[in-house]
């Protein structure tokens, strides 16, 4: 396994990344980047120091295996997370195509992975130009990314895969389409992994991380932030060994919908995590607002505690109902994974409207922990920022930077936009969702409780 100094010189290999007009040369030393290649180095000491192999390279055989790495995912670092999931899904969908020669390709991919200690993370995306319009009647071709020569040893694609989270800080891209593809887009069903540093691959990155000197306000976000990379393929070179479709259509969408599976799976986890610490925060506000007992307030909490309930209630029935693939692989139930996330995400500004409803303005406006070291306002600032008896005017300052670093700050909107669109975005999951429930079963209840079953036709 690699250790944190291995990983931070992994990254120099001449990998082409760019933040906010300039190539980056040193991204672990880089202002905003370089503490989120902190993080997954952090992570990769983690793992190593529990002596053996990272049960997130590993695939889950079974309810229990899916469930005890639910805390280890939530202990990693997106990164890494995020490689857990690119390993499930080639290996869902090498076992859902079932072709023998494309499954020998990803098992050694796969392993090649393992044995290196490597992160890869999802290339799905495209730029897609004008939604309307299917690959090959886009303007620019290159909407999606396709295969734009075929050589005796490989392919060469261009394109360009966008919102990519992590993916200036790992090792490999695991490119793969983005939607089903019909005969005469061939050149569009193309599932490959390319690593980061190829030639004509660049990255350019965009990030939500503080960029205030004192970390103190933002205590979620400051040790929490991830760049998302608009990952550009100019024109690049693919060995045939590491393709894992080539211009197969009717298999194009097995990619997106395993992936969609894992993706949507880590974000129901997150979701049921989050939704117990927005209740969280509701109820130590409310208390150190003297407002816990207020019969409004009780109410709103008791709205989220539902919430919360019901998001981990969709987790555990996704994990303890779940399938296995040819070769032994556990994956989640679709039908509760895709309907839990849909709830957890559809409900989620809801949950936060409570919160802040219960907390009140300074949410926004509570003076900087700084301030309270100034000699003339510190003692002041303290005295009015205190709240029911006994409560600090620190700790409750503190509560309120925690909130609006979770919700209403840089890191709160891309919560709000991830929620609703990571995993394929609302619409993918009420397509998912529609399609794994029993719709007959549901008319003939329908039909047996107005006793007309006679009637059916
Ligand atoms: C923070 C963040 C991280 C992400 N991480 C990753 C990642 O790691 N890897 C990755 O591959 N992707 C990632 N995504 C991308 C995410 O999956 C997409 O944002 C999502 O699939 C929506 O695609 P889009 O952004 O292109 O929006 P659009 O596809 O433009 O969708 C916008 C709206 O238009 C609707 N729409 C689109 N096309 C049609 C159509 N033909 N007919 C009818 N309605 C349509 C959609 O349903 C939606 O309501 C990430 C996104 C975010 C915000």
Same mark, same amino acid.
């Given at each position: 396994?690699m250790?944190?100094?291995?990983?931070?010189a992994?990254?120099?290999d001449?990998?082409?990344?760019?933040f906010?007009?300039?190539?980056?040369?040193?991204?672990?030393?880089?202002?905003i980047?370089?503490?989120?290649?902190?993080?997954?180095?952090?992570?990769y000491d983690?793992f190593?120091?529990?002596n053996g192999?990272?049960?997130?390279?590993?695939?889950?055989?079974?309810?229990?295996?899916l469930?005890?790495?639910?805390?280890l995912?939530?202990?990693?670092?997106l990164?890494?997370?995020v490689?857990?999931?690119?390993?499930?899904?080639?290996?869902t969908a090498a076992?859902r195509?079932g072709?023998?020669?494309?499954?020998?390709?990803?098992?050694?991919f796969?392993r090649y992975?393992?044995?290196?200690?490597?992160?890869?993370?999802?290339?799905?995306t495209d730029?897609?130009?004008d939604?309307?319009l299917?690959?090959?009647?886009?303007?620019?071709p290159? @909407?999606y990314?396709?295969? !734009?020569e075929r050589?005796?040893? &490989? *392919?060469? /694609?261009r394109?360009a895969?966008?919102?990519?989270?992590?993916?200036?800080?790992?090792?490999?891209?695991?490119?793969?389409?983005?939607k089903?593809?019909?005969?005469?887009e061939?050149?569009? @069903?193309?599932?490959?992994a !390319?690593?980061?540093?190829t030639? &004509? *691959?660049? /990255?350019?990155n965009t990030s939500?991380?503080?960029?205030?000197?004192?970390?103190?306000?933002?205590?979620?976000?400051?040790?929490n932030?991830c760049?998302?990379g608009?990952v550009?393929?100019?024109?690049?070179?693919?060995?045939?060994?590491?393709?894992f479709?080539?211009?197969?259509v009717?298999?194009?969408?097995?990619?997106a919908?395993?992936?969609?599976?894992?993706?949507?799976l880590?974000?129901l986890s997150?979701?049921a995590?989050?939704?117990?610490q927005?209740?969280?925060?509701?109820?130590?506000?409310?208390e150190?607002n003297?407002l816990?007992?207020?019969?409004h307030?009780?109410?709103?909490?008791?709205?989220?505690?539902?919430?919360?309930?019901?998001?981990r209630?969709?987790?555990?029935a996704?994990?303890?109902?779940?399938?296995?693939?040819?070769d032994?692989?556990a994956?989640?139930?679709?039908?509760?994974?895709?309907?839990?996330?849909y709830?957890?995400?559809a409900n989620?500004n809801?949950?936060v409207?409570?919160?802040?409803?219960?907390?009140?303005?300074?949410?926004?406006?509570?003076?900087a922990i700084?301030?309270?070291?100034?000699?003339?306002?510190g003692?002041l600032?303290?005295?009015?920022?205190?709240?029911a008896d006994?409560?600090d005017?620190e700790?409750?300052?503190?509560?309120f930077?925690?909130?609006?670093?979770?919700?209403a700050?840089a890191y709160?909107g891309?919560?709000?936009?991830?929620?609703?669109?990571?995993?394929g975005?609302?619409?993918a999951?009420r397509i998912?969702?529609?399609?794994h429930?029993?719709?007959e079963?549901?008319?003939?209840?329908?039909?047996a409780?107005?006793?007309?079953?006679?009637?059916?036709?």
């Amino acid at each position: 396994m690699m250790t944190s100094a291995e990983y931070f010189a992994s990254l120099d290999d001449g990998r082409s990344i760019y933040f906010e007009g300039a190539h980056i040369e040193d991204l672990p030393g880089h202002p905003i980047l370089g503490p989120a290649v902190a993080v997954v180095a952090r992570c990769y000491d983690y793992f190593h120091s529990r002596n053996g192999e990272s049960p997130l390279m590993t695939i889950a055989r079974s309810s229990a295996d899916l469930k005890a790495r639910l805390p280890l995912l939530h202990h990693a670092d997106l990164v890494a997370h995020v490689t857990y999931q690119s390993i499930m899904t080639l290996t869902t969908a090498a076992g859902r195509i079932g072709d023998a020669r494309y499954a020998e390709r990803v098992a050694k991919f796969v392993r090649y992975v393992q044995d290196r200690d490597l992160r890869v993370t999802e290339c799905i995306t495209d730029a897609k130009g004008d939604r309307s319009l299917p690959p090959g009647k886009q303007k620019d071709p290159d @909407a999606y990314t396709r295969v !734009v020569e075929r050589r005796s040893d &490989g *392919v060469v /694609i261009r394109g360009a895969k966008l919102h990519i989270s992590g993916a200036a800080l790992g090792h490999e891209l695991m490119v793969i389409p983005t939607k089903a593809m019909k005969p005469g887009e061939e050149a569009y @069903a193309i599932a490959c992994a !390319v690593p980061v540093n190829t030639p &004509g *691959v660049k /990255i350019v990155n965009t990030s939500y991380a503080p960029r205030h000197k004192d970390a103190r306000d933002f205590p979620i976000s400051a040790k929490n932030n991830c760049p998302e990379g608009f990952v550009i393929f100019e024109d690049v070179f693919v060995p045939q060994e590491r393709i894992f479709l080539d211009g197969e259509v009717q298999h194009a969408a097995v990619f997106a919908h395993s992936l969609g599976l894992w993706e949507r799976l880590g974000g129901l986890s997150f979701l049921a995590d989050e939704a117990d610490q927005l209740v969280g925060f509701a109820q130590l506000i409310a208390e150190a607002n003297g407002l816990a007992r207020e019969s409004h307030i009780r109410e709103k909490i008791s709205e989220m505690i539902i919430h919360a309930t019901l998001v981990r209630a969709a987790l555990e029935a996704a994990i303890s109902n779940c399938s296995f693939g040819p070769d032994g692989a556990a994956y989640p139930d679709e039908l509760f994974t895709n309907a839990g996330k849909y709830h957890g995400a559809a409900n989620y500004n809801l949950m936060v409207r409570h919160l802040h409803d219960i907390a009140g303005g300074s949410v926004l406006t509570a003076p900087a922990i700084a301030d309270l070291e100034n000699n003339e306002v510190g003692p002041l600032v303290r005295k009015y920022m205190a709240g029911a008896d006994g409560v600090d005017g620190e700790y409750r300052m503190r509560l309120f930077h925690a909130i609006r670093d979770l919700t209403a700050d840089a890191y709160g909107g891309w919560k709000f936009v991830t929620n609703i669109q990571a995993g394929g975005g609302l619409y993918a999951q009420r397509i998912v969702t529609r399609r794994h429930y029993d719709l007959e079963g549901a008319k003939k209840k329908a039909l047996a409780v107005a006793g007309m079953l006679d009637a059916q036709h």
